[in-house]
């Protein structure tokens, strides 16, 4: 029993000391990111855009893709009443699942999301907002045809969305035209012809896109 009781304790420490470096590690992240501006931009800084555009937008529905280990959505569970993410692995999609079992408002779905993008768009019917975030990068993570599915996501919400949902795109920096990615100047391009009036913005590695935001 006691041998049990100093486990759970250890157990304990060890989980609050591996959150406390995880801590200083994106404090140190977020540091360096203000003085280089290299990319990738830290996961902290992303959250916190993610989470900043859904209470500017007050939006309440969160439509991600590339779940990859799930920290967007486990940084976003309480920020947004109901949580889509798609994940083109199946054992990432699997361990999201898992993960998130116990939290009803979140949906992991599981294939291309470059395909599947269409069958949950019907589903929101209030305003929400998407973080396009799918593609391959290197490790575990999936390849699909192409090395991201950015340009058929984008068509599926801007051709075929009458709501008027906001978009942020991570990794602004590999859209060079290459590898599947469109160059910025064509993504302008696109919103410029489907949602004239819109904002199109790069700020901290990330493509905003969205109508003007509420004063
Ligand atoms: C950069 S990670 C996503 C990180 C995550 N959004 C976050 O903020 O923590 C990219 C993920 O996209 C997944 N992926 C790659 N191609 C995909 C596709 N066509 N559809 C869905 N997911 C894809 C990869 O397996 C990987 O897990």
Redo the contacts with the bound molecule.
């Keep these: 029993m006691i041998d049990l009781v100093k486990r759970v304790f250890l157990w304990d420490v060890a989980q609050a000391v591996y959150l406390r470096l995880e801590r200083i590690a994106q404090a140190i992240a977020l540091y360096d990111w203000e003085k280089r501006r290299c990319p990738p931009a830290p996961?902290l800084l992303?959250?916190r855009t993610v989470k900043a555009y859904g209470k500017a937008l007050s939006s309440q529905v969160l439509v991600?893709?590339?779940?990859?280990?799930?920290?967007?959505v486990d940084a976003c569970k309480d920020r947004f009443s109901r949580i889509y993410s798609?994940?083109?692995?199946p054992a990432?999609c699997r361990r999201a699942r898992q993960r998130f079992a116990h939290l009803p408002h979140i949906t992991i779905l599981c294939?291309?999301?470059?395909v599947l993008l269409p069958s949950v768009l019907p589903e929101l019917t209030q305003p929400c907002l998407f973080?396009l975030?799918?593609?391959?990068?290197g490790g575990i993570?999936?390849?699909?045809d192409l090395q991201?599915?950015i340009a058929q996501e984008l068509r599926h919400i801007l051709d075929h969305c009458p709501t008027e949902h906001a978009i942020l795109i991570?990794d602004a920096h590999l859209f060079v035209g290459e590898d599947g990615y469109p160059t910025l100047e064509q993504v302008r391009a696109l919103v410029g012809d489907r949602r004239p009036g819109w904002t199109f913005a790069v700020k901290d590695d990330i493509i905003r896109i969205h109508a003007p935001l509420p004063r």
């Excluded at 991600?64 to 967007?72: D, L, N, P, R």
């Design positions: 996961s992303k959250q991600e893709t590339g779940t990859y280990m799930g920290a967007m798609i994940e083109l692995d990432l294939g291309d999301s470059g973080w975030d799918a593609h391959y990068s993570t999936a390849r699909g991201t599915p991570d």
